[in-house]
């Protein structure tokens, strides 16, 4: 499977202000997916990273909070916009170009 | 939408005896079926994924069963070691994979020693 790494792995933030994560394959993929995952919880599906054109994002989730951006085949980037405590999670990225799907490692977000 | 419900939430096994996870799905369409373990800390691992035209997969200690009728699927661990120990998600989606996962809420298994 083709190797996918993620930065930051980690950051605290201060509530009000906006984070990237980046997320790399390092060979081409289908899809590629953003899920957030809330502690102790399951992973739920944030949006569908579609390259060249706006991400397809799941019934609570929408642009303005997580706008994402696809420009290639290997690299995605997820922002969460004026973060709040709420925002305080892992947020995975995931690929697949055949089942299965692949996810990085994960950024842990501490929102104060 | 999908919606995938997992049980038991918490399941707590002797180390060398089996574990059963049950999952059952609710979109007749869905027809890929991953199961995912979870360490601390970690990121989610594939284990082991079974599509919906065949009824039952193994690889090793790990089994996974599906009911394409009833819309279940249970993940078998036998032997069970204390490494075992994680939290097991299910998964269900459409197009063999290459559309979104909808995940279980997740079981902790704890193997005793």
């Known amino acids: 499977s083709a190797v996918i790494s993620q930065k930051p792995s980690r950051d605290i933030c201060q509530r009000g202000t906006s984070l990237t994560i980046q997320c790399q394959v390092d060979s081409q993929v289908t899809m590629m997916f953003w899920y957030r995952q809330q502690p102790g919880q399951s992973l739920t599906l944030i949006a569908t990273?579609?390259?060249?054109?706006?991400?397809?994002?799941e019934s609570g989730f929408v642009i303005d909070k997580f706008p994402i951006s696809r420009p290639n085949l290997t690299f995605s980037t997820l922002t969460v916009s004026n973060m709040s405590p709420e925002d305080s999670s892992i947020y995975l990225c995931s690929h697949t170009r055949e089942d299965p799907q692949y996810f990085g490692p994960g950024t842990r977000l501490l929102v104060l | 939408g999908e919606n995938v419900e997992q049980h038991p939430s918490t399941l707590s096994v002797q180390e060398g005896d089996s574990a059963v996870i049950k999952c059952t799905y609710s979109?007749?369409?869905?027809?890929?079926f991953p199961w995912y373990k979870q360490e601390l800390g970690k990121r989610p691992q594939l284990i082991i994924d079974i599509r919906s035209n065949v009824g039952e997969k193994k690889d090793q200690r790990i089994a996974v069963t599906l009911n394409k009728t009833a819309k279940h699927f249970s993940l078998h661990i036998t032997e069970t070691q204390p490494e075992d120990s994680a939290v097991y998600f299910c998964?269900?989606?459409?197009?063999?994979?290459?559309?979104?996962?909808?995940f279980g809420t997740g079981t902790r298994l704890t193997i005793i020693p």
């Open positions: 990273a579609n390259q060249g054109s706006e991400a397809t994002y």
């Open positions: 979109d007749s369409a869905s027809n890929y």
């Open positions: 998964a269900a989606s459409i197009n063999f994979g290459n559309e979104k996962l909808t």
